[in-house]
């Protein structure tokens, strides 16, 4: 089924061709099946067809949950212009981690022109000291031009636009803070119910006088709600390793269940009060979930252990592997891109990781003292699901936490006293019973935290960044992974034929992605303000700059494209008026407006830091290939050199709009 959800995300397949290769393979297997009654062989085919409907499955799947597939989606509406001004009535569904300058909402589009359509947007309202938060199910009406989600404007950058395209949405509108009116605030939805049941957690929490910085961390901790978490202690957990504590996941949901199942004991004494039991367990689990907004982690998390509970009530041993497996298929029936999610992909090699590898780490030592083997129990599910994760980790982050067991030591083993202590202040608190000491109390262990995981993040030392690692590497590593796996489960010679089998493709892996890397280019990057180019000579990178010189070796775009690169070396040098590649020249004219071409004949005229010159005269002068832009310049000088340019018939390329400059030789 993933198969499959891959190739209709890949490769675009009409759903009625889909639909009809399902029925004819669902018939086969009809007919195998009953074939295989009568025959005690074990039959190919049957494994055959059964794999080919689930990748088919799988397709199917993508395709009716695309909402482009909708004949009410917006886009399907040849009225609807892009750049264009429209009425738009729309419902809010979720509230995203706002930027610097906007407030950021995903909402569901109801009406537009009239015309009653569905589709998601990204909605971006400018912040101020009037901004008001809208809350889940509020319908507002507004007037506004929508507009494409740009794609990145440099290599190797995060392409915000494909984030939002597996979510399903395509377009953006900006507002001001005063052009909505809102047309109605009434809940109706559980995610709305959940919001507003989490707003009156937090404005109970308040009156107790909690730092913004706890409530921000009780909320990722009990509520799943990471908005508020401020960039410095977002990065302290990532860098120390701890991220994972602040995503409510298998680890919360685990605890939860078992503090669940030790509560609801007595029920057990009762006539069918074990049956009672295990109903209110899944109940409570999804309220939870819903509560916590059913994200990725928390939706994989429940389904996975709701199977468990059922299972516990029924007395029956479970297979870890087919629970997970399970659970993968019931949350790709019904949310098939969730296979794209970052965190989708990390929770489920993390907790494969722990039930496969772990066992073999615990085993290489048993300590006598139960408190040192609850420690080293603990050491070794976290060094399990460190591994697990590590090569999908440094494909994403490019990072690796050296001291990521000293923070899980300080905070896993204590972790279910702090949920279970949190979730007890959080009732307290809605029935303004909790007394005013264990509030401070509770505070006082959030901050302790806090404080433990930013000191471990501050030993750079240890904090390995800047690691390049392609896809191609990191499904090597897994199949090494998974080749040491068998070697220790049977230590014979076939399982050790295939470790070593493994690691040569490793090896050939890494050679030909450096090979692959090999290149020559030279790129004018997209900066605003400022003017940043860098020539790639193989493995080596030369980068001209206006910036301060810590600033550039800071800058993350000069790291993305580094990192990705497979850069070894570096060279920053100051920017000159005149760059020869290969047989090809780039005159730099700056804001003096200052150049000479009697000697040399340029290709490419860059101008930067709005040159107060006569462009036409220029052209006419010199008769360039192209004339580019960059993003230092003012947009009005940059509006009135496209026309010069367009008056000329010549190519005219504004990185503002067209993206980084790259020319390979």
């Known amino acids: 089924m993933v198969v499959g959800i891959a190739i209709a995300h890949w490769h675009s397949i009409p759903n009625t061709h889909t639909l009809v290769v399902a029925l004819v393979l669902l018939l086969f297997l009809f007919i195998d099946y009953k074939r295989a009654q009568h025959n005690l062989k074990r039959q190919v085919s049957f494994g055959i067809l059964t794999f080919s409907l689930a990748v088919i499955l799988g397709i199917c799947s993508y395709n009716l949950h695309n909402q482009k597939n909708f004949k009410t989606h917006y886009s399907q509406h040849d009225n609807l212009l892009i750049d264009a001004n429209h009425s738009m009535i729309f419902k809010i569904r979720e509230r995203l981690k706002p930027s610097t300058y906007h407030e950021k909402y995903i909402v569901e589009l109801l009406e537009v022109d009239r015309i009653k359509i569905c589709g998601k947007l990204l909605v971006n309202i400018k912040r101020d000291s009037l901004t008001r938060h809208y809350k889940v199910d509020d319908v507002l009406f507004t007037e506004a031009e929508l507009k494409t989600i740009n794609p990145p404007l440099n290599p190797d950058q995060f392409n915000y636009k494909s984030y939002l395209e597996r979510q399903y949405i395509y377009n953006q509108i900006t507002l001001g803070p005063n052009e909505l009116l809102t047309i109605s ?7 709305g119910y ?14 107790y006088n909690f730092a913004e910085s706890e409530l921000a961390i009780i909320n990722a901790l009990l509520l799943g709600q990471r908005q508020d978490i401020d960039k410095r202690t977002y990065e302290s957990y990532a860098n120390a390793g701890a991220i994972h504590i602040l995503a409510v996941s298998g680890l919360h949901i685990g605890i939860i269940l078992w503090l669940l199942n030790y509560l609801l004991r007595p029920l057990e004494r009762v006539k069918h009060g074990k049956t009672f039991k295990a109903c209110i367990i899944v109940l409570i689990l999804w309220c939870f979930a819903i509560v916590a907004g059913l994200s990725p982690s928390v939706t994989r998390a429940v389904t996975m252990f709701s199977i468990i509970a059922v299972s516990m009530h029924l007395r029956r041993p479970t297979n870890i592997y087919n629970t997970l497996a399970f659970s993968i298929l019931l949350l790709l029936l019904f949310r098939p891109m969730l296979l794209f999610e970052v965190g989708f992909q990390m929770s489920y090699l ?15 030592w048993k300590p006598q003292w139960k408190i040192v083997d609850y420690f080293w129990n603990i050491t070794t599910v976290t060094l399990a699901a460190q591994i697990g994760v590590a090569p999908i980790s440094l494909y994403y982050f490019h990072q690796f936490p050296g001291l990521f067991f000293i923070s899980n030591l300080a905070i896993i ?4 006293f702090i949920l279970g202590f949190g979730i007890l202040v959080i009732l307290l608190a809605i029935t303004h019973l909790l007394p005013e000491i264990l509030a401070q109390f509770y505070g006082l262990i959030i901050q302790t935290m806090n404080t433990l995981v ?6 750079e030392a240890f904090l390995f960044k800047d690691i390049s690692i392609h896809i191609f590497q990191v499904i090597a590593s897994y199949i090494i992974l998974l080749a040491l796996i068998m070697f220790q489960k049977r230590r014979d010679y076939r399982s050790l034929r295939h470790l070593l089998l493994s690691v040569l493709l490793f090896q050939s892996v890494s050679i030909y992605i450096r090979h692959q890397t090999r290149s020559r280019e030279f790129i004018i990057f997209h900066k605003s303000r400022h003017t940043i180019m860098a020539q790639k000579h193989d493995h080596h990178l030369t980068i001209f700059h206006n910036l301060d010189s810590t600033l550039a070796t800071r800058n993350m775009m000069l790291a993305n494209y580094r990192v990705s690169n497979f850069i070894d070396t570096i060279e920053y040098q100051n920017l000159e008026h005149i760059f020869k590649v290969k047989d090809t020249l780039i005159l730099v004219v700056d804001s003096l407006g200052v150049y000479h071409t009697k000697s040399f004949q340029p290709d490419y005229i860059l101008l930067t830091n709005s040159p107060k010159i006569n462009l036409e005269r220029l052209i006419d002068s010199i008769n360039p290939k192209m004339i580019i832009a960059d993003a230092s310049n003012y947009k009005s000088y940059v509006n009135r050199w496209r026309s010069s340019c367009l008056k000329k018939q010549l190519p005219f390329h504004y990185t503002g709009e067209k993206g980084a400059f790259i020319v390979k030789f």
Do not use: M
Request: net charge positive; no cysteine.
């Open 194 to 207: 959940a919001e507003t049941f989490r707003h009156h957690i937090n404005t109970q929490l308040k009156s």
């Open 185 to 191: 605030t009434t809940t109706h939805t559980l995610l």
């Open 413 to 416: 083993p204590f972790l279910g």
């Open 350 to 364: 993390a907790v494969l990781a722990i039930v496969s590898i772990q066992p073999i780490l615990y085993q290489t």
């Open 454 to 459: 930013s000191w471990v993040s501050l030993q």
